[in-house]
């Protein structure tokens, strides 16, 4: 079974940048839309990111619209997300996951969950 292995998580000041790595593990994400969510301490996954499987598509959460971008290469089966100008609030494990059909904002849409990549930014 495909599972997402994220990579590339870190301590960074605010006003920093990174890159986070989404590769699969045991699979292709074939012709998947892929997701990046976020979770901080007490508080409940949210969506960051959506990028459909041709790469036509992207959508992104108006709390990191502008700041992050999210990407993938089909040829390298990775997804990405670079993370520019970040915030202490955006301190959060990381979460990369496959999209099984539904709206892309909805974490219940998305199947195959990898372990997460710890982000934190420090003030």
Wanted: with cysteine; charged share 20%.
């Amino acid at each position: 079974q495909v599972q997402p292995v994220e990579s590339g998580g870190g301590l960074v000041q605010a006003g920093g940048s990174l890159r986070l790595s989404c590769e699969a593990s045991g699979g292709t994400f074939r012709r998947r839309d892929m997701g990046w969510f976020r979770q901080a301490p007490g508080k409940e996954r949210e969506f960051v990111a959506c990028i459909s499987w041709s790469s036509d598509n992207t959508y992104y959460a108006d709390s990191v619209k502008g700041r992050f971008t999210i990407s993938r290469d089909k040829a390298r089966g990775t997804v990405y997300l670079q993370m520019n100008s970040l915030k202490p609030a955006d301190t959060a494990v990381y979460y990369c996951a496959m999209n099984q059909g539904g709206p892309y904002y909805l974490s219940g849409a998305y199947g195959a969950w990898g372990q997460g990549t710890q982000v934190t930014v420090s003030s």
